[in-house]
T-cell receptor, first 115, second 111 residues
């Protein structure tokens, strides 16, 4: 059974600080996703990481993937209040069928950035 | 970002009643998913549906649930005899290549 663990589950930080969210998964996968969710809203796709060593950056967010360690990180640089949200990592590969398989999600990291 | 449309946005139903949630995936897509998110918890995979058949399903997707494609563009998730614990956000998702785009969700409240 594929397990996806995120930590921390809750993070309160000040604007301007840097921090990293970690996502570990238990079995081999070649697809890792990061999503953002605002309260009561849907999931917004942030990054899709498809290979070992993949690094993607968008604004103040940077995601990386180490498939050998089964670890992905989401790094926040100089945080701003607008980044407050819940961030989920999700791993593909548990359910076969081709294309974008059913994803297994972590529990999410509830991020609060205070002015 | 590609658009996946869900209706209704919110539905309240009495325990024991049947509900039907609807999704219009990205145009002409044959492959889509349903996920569930109980309030404050993680997103859980329910089922994937490809070309009018269930492709994969999780242990959550028991006989209470069914998926259909009643016409060429809409997909439905039916929950028979709803229980209180079925209260959740239900998302459909439509893939492009290896990426899954989620609809806005239907908030189901069972009372």
């Amino acid at each position: 059974e594929l397990k996806v663990e995120q930590n921390p589950l809750f993070l309160s930080m000040q604007e301007g600080k840097n921090y990293t969210i970690y996502c570990n998964y238990s079995t081999t996968s070649d697809r890792l996703y990061w999503y953002r969710q605002d309260p009561g809203k849907s999931l917004e796709s942030l990054f899709v990481l498809l290979s070992n060593g993949a690094v993607k950056q968008e604004g103040r967010l940077m995601a990386s993937l180490d498939t050998k360690a089964r670890l992905s990180t989401l790094h926040i640089t100089a945080a701003v209040h607008d980044l407050s949200a819940t961030y989920f990592c999700a791993v593909g590969g548990m359910y076969s069928g081709g294309g974008a398989d059913g994803l297994t999600f972590g529990k999410g990291t509830h991020l609060i950035i205070q002015p | 970002e590609p658009e996946v449309t869900q209706t209704p946005s919110h539905q309240v139903t009495q325990m024991g009643q049947e509900v039907i949630l609807r999704c219009v995936p990205i145009s002409n897509h044959l492959y889509f998913y349903w996920y569930r998110q109980i309030l404050g918890q993680k997103v859980e995979f329910l089922v994937s549906f490809y070309n009018n058949e269930i492709s994969e399903k999780s242990e959550i997707f028991d006989d209470q649930f069914s998926v259909e494609r009643p016409d060429g563009s809409n997909f439905t998730l039916k929950i028979r005899s709803t229980k209180l614990e079925d209260s959740a956000m239900y998302f459909c998702a439509s893939p492009i290549n290896t990426e899954a785009f989620f609809g806005q969700g239907t908030r189901l409240t069972v009372v």
